[in-house]
């Protein structure tokens, strides 16, 4: 695999035309979605709040957090999933290693969009249960921004971005042909995927599924961070930025709510 590998160049090219499509039809879906008002139905507190249920509403939010991550996630992915279809080319039923792969990708992170969905369930109910906690409710927003400006300095950022910079040392490393080499490659990447981005997605979460602002913005910053060679200079810029407007917003509300 190794010469597929080193010809195929960290490019948009090349990408199986229904890969784009389909990002292109989760943006659409996206758009249409906010501009109906059907987004604001399925943003997470709107589902907790006076939802259909904790497990009606977890499934009908992971079905939008699946348009999302495949709008603002996959194109980040996809020098990987170029220099895949180059490797695989030739490999027997490598439409079904492809879907494995891109299902592996998908599967880690439908893992923690729920966890996300589950931890603000949790969040909500103990603000119900306290009454401190609903009197400083106003600190959640800020303190997202907050946690993750500081998560861009860890350490544990900068490995798994190298991961995700470095896509054909990755495939060298970790490719194997078949669908359950496919789904492994995939489910892998997806961790390191998740490593890097949880925090930015975080945000995103906090924003809600479908607010095209903070959806273009942070998809534009994600796949510079990952796939630009000056992205590792944004990172700490990018940082410095969630900090000051995480700090900004904590102070401007404890303010307005007679704290300060």
């Known amino acids: 695999m190794s010469r597929p590998v080193a010809a195929a160049a960290p490019a948009f090219g090349g990408v199986p035309s229904p890969i784009l499509i389909g990002v292109g039809a989760a943006w659409t879906v996206a758009i249409v979605a906010e501009a109906s008002g059907a987004a604001g139905s399925l943003h997470h507190d709107t589902l907790l709040e006076g939802g259909p249920g904790f497990g009606p509403a977890l499934v009908l939010f992971l079905l939008a957090w699946q348009v999302m991550v495949a709008a603002m996630m996959l194109p980040s992915s996809l020098p990987l999933v170029r220099m895949y279809v180059a490797a695989s080319e030739g490999v027997h039923a490598r439409g079904r290693a492809l879907a494995a792969f891109l299902g592996g990708y998908a599967v880690v992170w439908s893992a923690f969009g729920a966890v996300a969905f589950a931890g603000d369930g ?23 921004l907050l946690l993750a400006g500081a998560f861009q300095f860890s350490s544990l950022k900068d490995a798994c971005l190298r991961a995700c910079r470095h896509p054909a040392s990755f495939l060298r490393r970790h490719y194997r042909r078949g669908t359950r080499g496919g789904f492994e490659l995939g489910a892998r990447h997806g961790i390191f995927c998740v490593g890097c981005c ?10 809600g599924a479908a607010n095209l602002i903070w959806m273009a913005a942070l998809t534009a910053l994600m796949v510079h961070e990952k796939t630009r ?21 904590f102070l401007w509300a404890a303010y307005a709510n007679g704290v300060v």
């Open 229 to 249: 060679p000056t992205g590792a200079r944004t990172v700490p810029l990018t940082g410095v930025v969630l900090l000051a407007v995480g700090s900004t917003l």
């Open 122 to 144: 949790a969040l909500h109910a103990a603000v119900g249960a306290s009454s401190w906690l609903e009197a400083h409710d106003w600190a959640i927003g800020p303190s997202v």
């Open 198 to 207: 949880w925090a930015l997605m975080l945000v995103m979460f906090a924003a």
